[in-house]
Structures are given as C-alpha cells and as structure tokens.
C-alpha cells in the first residue's frame, strides 16, 4: 500500500481543531483530542442552550421571578382589575349618556323616545345607530351592578367578623403594638415589637402553605387554618418549619430577624379571604 505523502496529510488535518487541557503547573495534560470544527461548533451550542434552560428554570420557579423588570405582582394585578371596573363603569356612563341624547335627537324629530325598560321588545333595525349601541350595552350594565356589588363587598371587607370570635387563637408574640391595623390596602397589618430571635408562634392548627425570602421582608411564612382563616408572618430571620408541614396552636415557626428600623414582626390575619385586624381576636 503506498504510504500518504505530507502534503496528503496536511489536506488530510484541514478543517480539524485540536483541544488541549493542560496543567502548566505539573506539566500534565488532563485532556486531549482533536475534532472537526462541525462537532466544536454543536458541543459550544449545546453547553449554551444548557445553560439557557437551566437560567430559565431558575428564573421562572423561583423568587427570582420577582425581579424581572415589569413581572406582575399581586398589588399591580389588583390595581388592574380595579382599573378595568373603572374604566368598563366609565363606558357605561358614556353609554347612558349616548343612549339620552338619541332620544333627545328622537323626540326633536318627531319619533316617540326609547324606554330602556321594555327594549328588548323594540325592534333594532328602526333604531338609530346610538340607540342599538345602547341596547347591546344593555347586558354590560348588569355586570357593572354586579361589579359594583363586589367592590361594595371590598369597602366592607375590614368590618369585624363574628364569627371567628368564638375560635381560641394563640398569641404569635408578646409585644407592643407600634404599627396598628387600618383598611387600606398596603396597610392591612399590624407590626409588634419584639427583640431579634424572639421566637413566633402558630395561631391555631394548620398547615404551612408557603415561605419566601426577599430584602425588605426576610422570611415570610403563610399558615392555612381551619374555617379559612389564614395567618402570616413575616420579618422572620430564620424558619422553623417547611411547606407542607402540619403545625399545632402554639407550634414554634418562625425566629424574628433583625431589622433596620428595629426588630418587629409584621402579621396579618385573613378570614375566608378578607383582611381583618388581628387585635380584635388576638391579646398581644
């Protein structure tokens, strides 16, 4: 068999990397090969696609969610849908309004007005263009009632609720009250005085539905009671117990952390959905 000649060989290497890993240090090589620029160029694309997913797992079940630039949080899609009731009430009224001057336009020519009472007996198609915009938004008007009966509901939210009078709760920490609870929104809470690692207690029976950490609140800690009465502490600088976990009224939870406008617990107390001031029910 004749033998390669160099240039052959050379023709041969065209196109081939050689990748070498080396400690300088001991003067020992830890890896060698050599490859074809196609097979570097899917392991380097591979290792950045890998690296991609792991980022995105990391990023989109985690907290680390929180602080991506516009992510929503529940305060932001609160006042979202708080904006879209107003706005739908405002075409509502816009409506109410188009359908009186219609039939201000109708009696000046000489038709007989619209009652909104009997339309949907009317005939649509001897309707002016405002009239039957008005009779389709008739639907929406009722859902605005509804919409206003459930932000009727919202404004009485912070009224006492008798009936978790009757349950015995524990007190999560002997303090002073330096923050009270009030009805408005990002102050449905009361703060306590407490001394870093002062030790926080569970309320009632329950479960441990959920914990967090971030900057300004430290460890958060959410406990799901019976009766759907919910409590939550946060300032916490350690925790004593995990999701899921079951707890018993007195079971040590959570430690308070440190803080820099001093050592407090923030907790919050919600009945069947409803904030509620804990003070009512709770002797702290």
Same mark, same amino acid.
């Not at 509804?146 to 009224?159: A, D, F, G, V, Y």
């Not at 009270?180 to 703060?191: G, K, T």
């Not at 018993?248 to 904030?275: D, I, M, N, R």
């Given at each position: 068999?004749?033998?390669?000649?160099?240039?052959?060989?050379?023709?041969?290497?065209?196109?081939?990397?050689?990748?070498?890993?080396?400690?300088?240090?001991?003067?020992?090589?830890?890896?060698?090969?050599?490859?074809?620029?196609?097979?570097?160029?899917?392991?380097?694309?591979?290792?950045?696609?890998?690296?991609?997913?792991?980022?995105?797992?990391?990023?989109?079940?985690?907290?680390?969610?929180?602080?991506?630039?516009?992510?929503?949080?529940?305060?932001?899609?609160?006042?979202?849908?708080?904006?879209?009731?107003?706005?739908?009430?405002?075409?509502?009224?816009?409506?109410?309004?188009?359908?009186?001057?219609?039939?201000?336009?109708?009696?000046?020519?000489?038709?007989?007005?619209?009652?909104?009472?009997?339309?949907?007996?009317?005939?649509?198609?001897?309707?002016?263009? %405002?009239?039957?915009?008005?009779?389709?938004?008739?639907? %929406?008007?009722?859902?605005?009632?509804?919409?206003?009966?459930?932000?009727?509901?919202?404004?009485?939210?912070?009224?006492?609720?008798?009936?978790?009078?009757?349950?015995?709760?524990?007190?999560?920490?002997?303090?002073?009250?330096?923050?009270?609870?009030?009805?408005?929104?990002?102050?449905?809470?009361?703060?306590?005085?407490?001394?870093?690692?002062?030790?926080?207690?569970?309320?009632?029976?329950?479960?441990?539905?959920?914990?967090?950490?971030?900057?300004?609140?430290?460890?958060?800690?959410?406990?799901?009671?019976?009766?759907?009465?919910?409590?939550?502490?946060?300032?916490?600088?350690?925790?004593?117990?995990?999701?899921?976990?079951?707890? %018993?009224?007195?079971?040590?939870?959570?430690?308070?952390?440190?803080?820099?406008?001093?050592?407090?617990?923030?907790?919050?107390?919600?009945?069947?959905?409803?904030?509620?001031?804990?003070?009512?029910?709770?002797?702290?």
């Amino acid at each position: 068999m004749a033998q390669k000649t160099k240039p052959d060989r050379e023709k041969e290497q065209t196109g081939r990397y050689h990748v070498l890993l080396e400690d300088k240090k001991n003067d020992h090589k830890i890896f060698e090969t050599t490859t074809k620029g196609f097979n570097l160029a899917v392991f380097c694309l591979s290792v950045v696609l890998v690296l991609l997913f792991l980022g995105f797992l990391l990023t989109a079940h985690t907290p680390l969610r929180q602080t991506i630039p516009g992510y929503p949080t529940p305060e932001t899609r609160q006042a979202a849908m708080e904006n879209l009731l107003k706005v739908d009430s405002l075409e509502n009224v816009l409506d109410t309004w188009a359908f009186q001057v219609a039939n201000i336009q109708r009696i000046v020519t000489g038709q007989p007005p619209i009652s909104i009472d009997p339309v949907s007996t009317a005939d649509p198609t001897s309707l002016s263009d %405002s009239a039957r915009a008005v009779i389709a938004a008739n639907d %929406s008007l009722l859902r605005d009632e509804l919409r206003k009966q459930q932000l009727n509901t919202e404004l009485h939210r912070h009224s006492p609720i008798t009936r978790i009078e009757g349950m015995h709760l524990f007190t999560p920490l002997k303090g002073v009250i330096i923050h009270p609870f009030s009805p408005v929104q990002e102050e449905r809470h009361l703060d306590v005085s407490a001394t870093e690692g002062s030790i926080v207690y569970a309320i009632a029976d329950g479960t441990v539905l959920f914990t967090q950490w971030n900057d300004s609140d430290l460890y958060s800690i959410v406990i799901q009671h019976d009766s759907g009465l919910v409590s939550i502490c946060r300032h916490c600088g350690k925790l004593l117990c995990q999701p899921g976990d079951k707890v %018993s009224a007195g079971t040590q939870v959570a430690v308070v952390g440190a803080q820099a406008v001093g050592a407090h617990l923030h907790f919050e107390l919600w009945y069947q959905g409803e904030a509620v001031d804990p003070s009512l029910y709770i002797k702290f």
